[in-house]
C-alpha cells in the first residue's frame, strides 16, 4: 500500500490521520505531515537536506513513541528555525527508537504548532498495515 | 457523547452532569451556559472531557466549564478543577501547553477621535516593533543565565532591567512573579525554543490590538478602575510561547511514564498527572511556575515596546500608558477555598479561565479592592472585548474564576473555507477597524465567525454572579501574527 495522511478539522487543532505498510513507513509519512503543517510544500522543494539531528527515545508503547518522535522533530524544528523531511532508522520497535533526522534550514513557518499531543493518540497493526492518529495542539 | 437530557439545571446559567452518569466520576461536573450556548458546547466533546476531568485523584466539589467552552486536548479549554493539595494531583494538560497564556490591558489618556486621524500610523509601528507570526525572534536573544533570571524572577527581571514603569507590577497577577519558579526544573530545550522569543507576540489568536471604551455598564466600579467613554485603551494577549509549549510536553512525557508508579488509571493520556507532593509533582509546579515568569516578562516586554510606540507616534500628548491589569488564563495556583464550608487549601487548574476575586481579597490591588478584582475578555477579531471585576459568586461558586474569552466554535479549516480575506478585511474596514496581520492564513483562521458571540459568553457570567460587567471595549486596530 502506499503511505499517506490527511488532515482533519478540530475546534482548535489539527487531526492528523497516517497510514502505511510498515511501521517505519508510519514514523516517515507521520514526519512528512509534521512538516507539511509546519511549512506547506517545504520538503517537497527542498533539493539537498544537510541539516542533521539524531534521535533516540524508548516509551511504553508504539502511540507513546510516535507522539515522542514527532515531538523531538517540532523541538528540532523550532530550534533549529528548520523543517525536518526524513528519517534513517538504526532501529525501530513498538517501544525503542535510535535514528538520524534529516532537515533543511527555512527560517519562518506557515503554521505554528505547539505540541503534538497524547490526547486520542493512536497507534493501531491492522492486517498489512499501520495506522495512527494523533492531534496537534497549534 | 453526552445529551441534553443528562443535564440538570441547578441555576438559571448552571447545569450539573451527576456523578451517576459514568462510573469512575469523583464528583459532579458543572457547565455555565445559557441554553443557547449550550447546545453550541454539545456539539463536540468539551463534556466527555470534562467528565474525565471529574475522575482525577483529590479534586474537590466539582469540575467546572466556563460558557467559552470548547473541546481542547485532556482538559476542554473553559475548564476549572481545584485539586487537594495533600492528596490531590496536578496535570499539565489542565494548564495547557501555553503556560500563562493572558491578557494585559493599558490604558491611554487619550479618546478616540485624538487617535483615529493616526490609528493607521499607528497599527503599522506597532506591528513593526512588535515581532509576531511562526517560530519569529524578538529583539533579545538571551543568554542561559540572563533567560534563568527571567524564568526565576519574571516581570521583576523587566522591571530591573528599565522595561517597567514603577507601579507596573502592582497591577499585574501575582505582581507578574510566581515565587516557587525554579529555572533548574525548565529543560534545555524548552530553554533553546524560548531564548529569542522574549517580546514577541506569536501566531494564532495572539495580538496587540488597540481599542477604545465603548459602553460603560457600571460607572462608579469604572470609574475606580480609571476608564471613562471613548478612551483608548491597548490589549495584549500572548503568553510564554515555545518555552512553555516545551515545559508542558517535557512534564506530559515524564508524568505519562510515572503513572503506574503511583497507581492512577486516567481515561485519556493527556490527563497525565502525578500526586502534587511527589518529585514530579512539585518539579513540574515549579517549571510551570518558571514558564508562566516568562510569560509576564513577555508581556511587559511588549508593552515596553507599545510604549515607544505610543511615544514616537503621539509625543509627550500622547501621555502614558497604565498597566490597568494583566491576567494569566492558564496556570495552576494554591489558593484557598472554602470547601464543604471549611477553608482549605486547594490547588486550582484554569485552563482558559480567568481568576476572577471579588472586593475586599487581599490578592486584589488596593485601589481596586473594594471593586474586586479586573477581569479581561478578549472577544474575537473585530468584536467587542470586555472589562469585569471579581464578583462575589465566583468564591462560592468557581473556585474563584470565570471565563477567559470567546471560545472557537469552528475550526480553523473550516473557518479558512468559509472566509475570503480580502471581503473580511474590507469588512473590518467598513467598520473602522484597521488590521495588521502577518500572514492571510493567520487572519482568516482568527475572522469573528469562527468563534462564538462573546457578548452572550460575558452575559452567563455576569448573570451567574460570578464576574460583573464594567465596560465594553471596540476595537480600532489589531495587529496579529
Known amino acids: ?138 | 457523547m453526552v445529551h441534553k437530557e443528562q443535564l440538570q439545571r441547578i441555576a438559571p446559567v448552571v447545569w450539573e452532569l451527576p456523578t451517576t452518569i459514568r462510573s469512575d466520576m469523583r464528583v459532579p461536573a458543572r457547565v455555565y451556559a445559557s441554553e443557547e450556548l449550550l447546545e453550541q458546547i454539545l456539539c463536540d466533546r468539551s463534556l466527555e472531557q470534562l467528565i474525565n476531568v471529574t475522575t482525577l485523584p483529590g479534586i474537590q466539589e466539582a469540575a467546572l466549564v466556563m460558557p467559552d467552552a470548547h473541546e481542547g486536548y485532556g482538559f476542554p479549554i473553559g475548564g476549572i478543577a481545584a485539586m487537594d493539595v495533600q492528596e490531590g494531583v496536578i496535570s499539565p494538560g489542565g494548564i495547557g501547553y501555553d503556560i500563562n497564556c493572558g491578557v494585559r490591558l493599558l490604558v491611554s489618556e487619550l479618546t478616540y477621535p485624538e487617535v483615529e486621524p493616526r490609528l493607521e500610523l499607528l497599527a503599522r509601528a506597532i506591528s513593526k516593533a512588535v515581532p509576531s507570526g511562526v517560530g519569529r525572534g524578538g529583539r533579545l536573544k538571551l543568554s542561559f543565565r540572563e533567560l534563568e533570571s527571567v524564568l526565576n524572577r519574571g516581570a521583576q527581571w523587566a522591571m530591573a532591567e528599565g522595561y517597567a514603569e514603577e507601579r507596573d507590577l502592582d497591577f499585574i497577577e501575582s505582581h507578574g512573579s510566581l515565587q516557587d519558579a525554579d529555572a533548574e526544573a525548565v529543560s534545555k530545550e524548552a530553554k533553546e525554543r524560548g531564548r529569542d522569543q522574549l517580546g514577541t507576540m506569536g501566531a494564532g489568536n495572539h495580538f496587540v490590538e488597540v481599542d477604545f471604551v465603548e459602553k460603560i455598564y457600571d460607572k462608579p466600579v469604572a470609574q475606580v478602575l480609571g476608564l471613562r467613554l471613548q478612551q483608548v485603551v491597548v490589549l495584549i494577549h500572548t503568553g510564554s510561547r515555545g518555552l512553555g509549549h516545551q515545559v508542558a510536553t517535557d512534564y506530559i512525557r515524564m508524568m505519562l511514564s510515572a503513572l503506574s508508579r503511583y497507581n492512577i488509571h486516567l481515561p485519556d493520556r493527556e490527563l497525565a498527572c502525578a500526586p502534587f507532593h511527589s518529585p514530579e509533582g512539585m518539579q513540574y509546579f515549579r517549571a510551570m511556575c518558571a514558564a508562566a515568569n516568562f510569560a509576564w516578562a513577555n508581556r511587559q516586554l511588549i508593552t515596553w515596546e507599545v510604549r515607544q510606540t505610543w511615544r514616537d507616534i503621539f509625543g509627550e500628548a500622547g501621555g502614558r500608558l497604565r498597566v490597568l491589569y494583566d491576567v494569566a488564563h492558564n496556570i495552576a495556583k494554591v489558593e484557598q477555598h472554602l470547601i464543604s464550608g471549611q477553608p482549605k487549601r486547594v490547588l486550582v487548574h484554569r485552563k482558559g479561565a480567568t481568576r476572577a476575586f471579588p472586593p475586599e481579597h487581599p490578592e486584589t490591588p488596593e485601589v481596586y479592592r473594594r471593586v474586586g478584582q479586573p477581569v479581561l475578555i478578549p472577544g474575537s477579531m473585530g468584536t467587542s472585548s470586555y472589562v469585569l471585576v471579581g464578583a462575589l459568586g465566583s468564591m462560592e461558586q468557581t473556585f474563584g474564576s470565570t471565563c477567559h474569552g470567546a471560545g472557537r466554535q469552528m475550526s480553523r479549516h473550516a473557518a479558512k473555507r468559509q472566509v475570503d480575506a480580502e471581503k473580511l478585511r474590507h469588512e473590518l474596514r467598513q467598520r473602522g477597524i484597521i488590521v495588521q496581520a502577518g500572514s492571510v492564513r493567520g487572519l482568516v483562521e482568527e475572522a469573528p465567525i469562527a468563534y462564538k458571540d462573546v457578548d452572550a459568553v460575558v452575559r452567563v457570567v455576569d448573570t451567574a454572579g460570578i464576574a460583573r460587567m464594567v465596560a465594553r471595549l471596540r476595537p480600532m486596530a489589531v495587529v496579529k501574527g
Open chain 1, 1 to 138: 500500500m502506499t503511505p499517506g495522511f490527511a488532515l482533519h478539522p478540530h475546534t482548535a487543532d489539527i487531526r492528523m490521520h497516517v497510514w502505511a505498510a510498515t511501521l517505519p513507513e508510519l514514523f516517515q509519512t507521520a514526519l512528512e505531515a509534521l512538516a507539511d503543517i509546519l511549512l506547506p510544500g517545504g520538503c517537497h522543494n527542498a533539493r539537498r537536506l544537510s541539516l542533521r539531528r539524531p534521535v533516540v527515545l524508548t516509551a511504553l508503547d508504539a502511540t507513546i513513541l510516535l507522539v515522542d518522535f514527532l515531538s523531538q522533530a517540532l523541538l528540532y524544528s523550532q530550534v533549529q528555525k528548520a523543517l525536518f523531511c526524513r528519517v534513517r532508522f538504526r532501529q525501530l520497535t513498538e517501544t525503542e527508537l535510535r535514528g538520524t533526522l534529516y532537515g533543511i534550514r527555512v527560517g519562518e513557518f506557515i503554521q505554528d504548532v505547539k505540541a503534538v499531543t497524547y490526547h486520542e493518540a493512536l497507534v493501531c497493526r491492522l492486517p498489512h498495515r499501520y495506522e495512527a492518529r494523533l492531534v496537534l495542539d497549534v
